[in-house]
């Protein structure tokens, strides 16, 4: 298996743009969770996917990002308008089974500039 | 409320010797805990976990030890590598909610 996938690598992108952050999930991974890392408030997670279903989104800073998980080998994280302070490192993880460690992607550079 | 605080952002240690890193809890639901480990513009890896019915776990080069009174567990590295220069993120998990994770450490192993 090739691992979580994540696309793009690195993002830059102007205030106010739409941003849309991809990932593909390890098969068979019933489990997704988004998680940004920043220098200030380190690794938090977002929303989390669990068999396509959003279980909770309580992490999500504003309306302005939202999460979708179509179907079992998909998932997106999309922020409109996006703004300077959404610059991150975003880390899309999955999940085999409950209690389990989570397997990262590679993560996506986001600069808004 | 940060759950799982990592209080040290760097520590440096010299090459050969033992690296201890530490990480506090505040919630008494998580029963495991991970470690794992971060280079630059990678995400991050697993390194070693532990269940809270141990007190520890033992792997190679790397033993995390944990003591649940205190809410305290920690990671040695022994003996230190240049390649273990990275972000160590602690991280605790209880039932299917994902994982809480610290800020992180930055460990620097110097030759």
């Known amino acids: 298996d090739a691992g979580v996938i994540q696309s793009p690598r690195h993002e830059v992108t102007e205030m106010g743009q739409e941003v849309t952050l991809r990932c593909k999930p390890i098969s068979g991974h019933n489990s997704l969770f988004w998680y940004r890392q920043t220098m200030m408030r380190g690794l938090e997670l977002l929303i989390y996917f669990n068999n396509n279903v959003p279980i909770d989104d309580s992490g999500m800073p504003e309306d302005r990002f939202s999460a979708k998980m179509p179907n079992a080998s998909f998932s997106t994280l999309k922020i409109q308008p996006s703004e300077p302070r959404d610059s991150a490192v975003y880390f899309c993880?999955?999940?085999?089974?409950?209690?389990?460690?989570?397997?990262f992607g590679s993560g996506t550079q986001l600069s808004v500039l | 409320d940060q759950q799982v605080k990592q209080n040290s952002p760097s520590l440096s240690v010299q090459e050969g010797r033992i690296s201890i890193l530490n990480c506090d809890y505040t919630n008494s639901m998580f029963d495991y805990f991970l470690w794992y480990k971060k280079y630059p513009a990678e995400g991050p890896t697993f390194l070693i976990s532990?269940?809270?019915?141990?007190d520890k776990n033992e792997d190679g080069r790397f033993t995390v030890f944990l003591n649940k009174s205190a809410k305290h567990l920690s990671l040695h590295i022994v003996p230190s590598q240049p390649g273990d220069s990275a972000v160590y993120f602690c991280?605790?998990?209880?039932?299917?909610?994902?994982?809480?994770f610290g800020k992180g450490t930055h460990l620097i192993i110097q030759p």
């Open positions: 532990i269940s809270s019915i141990k």
């Open positions: 991280a605790a998990g209880g039932g299917a909610d994902g994982l809480t």
């Open positions: 993880a999955t999940q085999g089974e409950a209690n389990e460690k989570l397997f």
